[in-house]
């Protein structure tokens, strides 16, 4: 399932999330980075890959290095699938 995870680096990730023992495996992560749209000054965000170079582009991250997990927002979830993910989006949104 689709989800978002806090770091304890301070990093947000985003990506198709199981979990094995005490650990969450990641598959096509995509770190959310939020910044300052130099147009209006509102904030916008934006998907970079991350560990693209990682075999099977998945990587595993041991639950101590994680602070939360949640559910994406409906228009985050379905921009990370247009691009990373299966392309299904949720209706409505």
Not at 12 to 30: A, N, R, Y
Not at 52 to 81: G, S
Request: glycine content about 6%.
């Amino acid at each position: 399932m689709i989800q978002i995870l806090k770091l304890i680096t301070g990093e947000e990730l985003i990506g198709d999330l199981t979990e094995k023992d005490s650990q969450f495996i990641v598959k096509e992560p995509c770190a959310i980075q939020v910044m300052v749209s130099r147009a209006d000054n509102t904030p916008t965000m934006s998907l970079v890959p991350y560990a693209f170079y990682a075999d099977e582009h998945a990587i595993t991250i041991d639950k101590a290095h994680v602070i939360w997990n949640a559910k994406p927002m409906d228009e985050l979830y379905n921009q990370y699938n247009r691009v990373f993910g299966s392309g299904i989006q949720l209706a409505g949104v």
